[in-house]
């Protein structure tokens, strides 16, 4: 699988927002570098000082327990359960374990997830625009509209100080 293979779509569906940190977990980036999950994790703690807490953690029962339930990772067979919990990488931990697995594959994987990551924060600074620029519009249009809204209301109420017409053939009793 070379960088050109991995799609932003593919790769995207592997960043989970936990944390407050955009992430990938273990498993899914050893699926991406084509090697165990086992391998990943040994190369971290073999170069631990590289994996501050801002580039990887470890997942919480509870934040694993959730995860399972929304994109069913349980796997059935023996062996196939994990002892420990998943580790999260972070964008700056993504980039280090490239030099820590040091193999064409993970360069060439790592340029696909970097460029994925940007176009998500592209795609977010986008949203922020368009949402700042639709609060302006509203509050634009709150003012202008306000003897509009205000003249809605009046009507609505019981008391309006509108004269209304009576229609024939109804009575008041």
Do not use: C, W
Not at 13 to 29: E, K, N, P
Not at 131 to 137: F, G, N, T
Not at 146 to 173: H, N, T, Y
Request: glycine letters at 4%; charged letters at 30%.
């Amino acid at each position: 699988m070379g960088e050109a293979s991995l799609s932003t779509k593919e790769i995207s569906h592997r960043i989970y927002f936990i944390r407050g940190h955009r992430v990938m977990l273990d498993s899914d980036l050893a699926t991406l570098y084509g090697v165990e999950t086992r391998a990943i994790n040994q190369a971290v703690r073999r170069n631990a000082k590289r994996f501050p807490a801002d580039f990887m953690f470890q997942l919480t029962d509870a934040e694993h327990e959730s995860l399972r339930s929304q994109i069913v990772i349980l796997k059935t067979g023996r062996g196939q359960h994990r002892k420990y919990l998943p580790l999260a990488f972070t964008e700056q931990g993504v980039a280090m374990l490239s030099s820590v697995l040091n193999s064409e594959r993970a360069v060439q994987v790592n340029i696909a997830i970097m460029r994925t990551f940007v176009k998500i924060r592209e795609m977010l600074e986008t949203h922020k625009e368009l949402a700042k620029r639709l609060d302006q519009l509203e509050r634009k249009y709150d003012r202008r509209f306000k003897a509009v809204f205000e003249a809605i209301r009046q009507l609505m109420s019981v008391g309006s100080p509108l004269p209304q017409k009576r229609i024939k053939g109804l009575s008041d009793d």
